[in-house]
């Protein structure tokens, strides 16, 4: 399957963005959907994550309470609800999926993916 991620861009603080996920060549409902980031010069971040069905959801400890995973498996699209942005959500968003069973450890973990997208820049101005 082939991940295209977009709705990244510039943003007050205090703002929304959602950004979206969508997929190709594939059958979408057979993979469990994440979203990471990763801000200059730090590793990779895990952000949230949710199972094939959509029915469980798992989300990063430094977002959450303001994000929401999403997905619309008819459409192959994924989506990630980012409310009351700071500076220090500036990074590249990256969406990934996978085959396997869903996994709470596998599916916060960067090596827990097969597929990547080839992320979004989110931007948050002070």
């Known amino acids: 399957v082939q991940l295209q991620a977009s709705g990244g861009g510039l943003v007050q603080a205090g703002g929304s963005l959602r950004l979206s996920c969508t997929a190709s060549g594939g059958t979408f409902r057979r993979y469990s959907l994440g979203w990471f980031r990763q801000a200059p010069g730090k590793d990779r971040e895990f952000v949230a994550a949710?199972?094939?069905?959509?029915?469980?959801?798992s989300y990063g400890d430094s977002v959450k309470g303001r994000v929401t995973i999403s997905r619309d498996n008819a459409q192959k699209s994924g989506f990630l609800q980012i409310d009351r942005l700071t500076p220090e959500d500036t990074a590249v968003y990256y969406c990934?999926?996978?085959?396997?069973?869903?996994?709470?450890?596998?599916?916060?973990?960067?090596?827990?993916?097969?597929?990547w997208g080839q992320g979004t820049l989110v931007t948050v101005s002070s």
């Open positions: 990934a999926a996978d085959r396997s069973p869903w996994s709470y450890t596998r599916t916060t973990r960067t090596d827990g993916y097969t597929y």
């Open positions: 949710m199972s094939q069905s959509g029915g469980t959801t």
